[in-house]
């Protein structure tokens, strides 16, 4: 069974600012990985996935994570925030033969 | 069309009532998944169709949830006898064939379900 845990539920951060939203999953196949983007009142939308090759992985809106197959993560980051990165970011996974299985949610909330 | 739809956007129903939330996916795209959002929680897994195969049922709550799906088009989700807790969004999503588990799954808007 997978499960994929998103141990902050919300992230205050300062415009401008660096950020980092955390994922860790447990899986036992191979996995595919994903981060989602869901602005208010709004559908996911997908910011970034990870499917094989290079663990960095770049995304839409100047986002990016790395996969750790050690440590089972795939951490969001993003360099400089701007009050338009406001959002919920759920971290998703799945793997051959398996659902999407996605995590709790954190809320990033970016301050003037 | 140009994304997923879904309608209604909003439902205020009372509880013991039936709803039927519906669901218009991308042409084309084969896979189908429900999803359920509590207030302030996480996506919870409810339901996939995949072309012709038997649907994965196995995140539907209770009975009183179903769900059906013409062909690989337009899904309909059932809740029979509604109460409280059945209160949330609720998000459909599909993805194109052959809806393998890396294939991005691209989501609608939801309907916000409220029973009083």
């Known amino acids: 069974a997978q499960s994929v845990t998103q141990l902050d539920s919300q992230v205050p951060v300062f415009e401008e600012a660096p950020v980092e939203l955390r994922c860790n999953y447990s899986?036992?196949?191979?996995?595919?990985l994903f981060w989602y983007v869901q602005y208010p009142n709004q559908g996911l939308q997908l910011l970034l996935k990870?499917?094989?090759?290079?663990?960095l992985v770049k995304g839409i809106n100047g986002f990016e994570a790395e996969f750790n197959k050690s440590q089972t993560s795939f951490h969001l980051r993003k360099p400089s925030v701007h009050i338009s990165d406001t959002a919920e970011y759920f971290c998703?996974?799945?793997?051959?033969?398996?659902?999407?299985?996605f995590g709790p949610g954190t809320r990033l909330s970016v301050l003037p | 069309g140009a994304g997923v739809s879904q309608s209604p956007s909003n439902k205020v129903t009372e509880k013991g009532k039936d709803v039927e939330l519906r669901c218009d996916p991308i042409?084309?795209?084969?896979?189908l998944y429900w999803y359920r959002q509590r207030l302030g929680q996480g996506l919870e897994f409810l339901i996939y169709?995949?072309?012709?195969?038997?649907?994965?049922k196995s995140g539907l709550p209770s009975d009183r949830f179903s769900a059906e799906r013409t062909g690989e088009s337009v899904s309909t989700l059932t809740i029979q006898r509604t109460q409280q807790e059945d209160s949330a969004v609720y998000l459909c999503?599909?993805?194109?064939?052959?809806?393998?588990?890396?294939?991005?799954?691209?989501f609608g808007p939801g309907t916000r379900l409220t029973v009083l």
């Open positions: 899986s036992s196949v191979s996995v595919y």
């Open positions: 998703a996974v799945s793997g051959e033969g398996q659902n999407f299985v």
């Open positions: 169709f995949q072309g012709n195969s038997a649907p994965d």
């Open positions: 990870y499917l094989s090759g290079s663990t």
């Open positions: 042409s084309g795209h084969t896979a």
């Open positions: 999503a599909s993805s194109q064939s052959p809806g393998l588990s890396y294939n991005e799954q691209f």
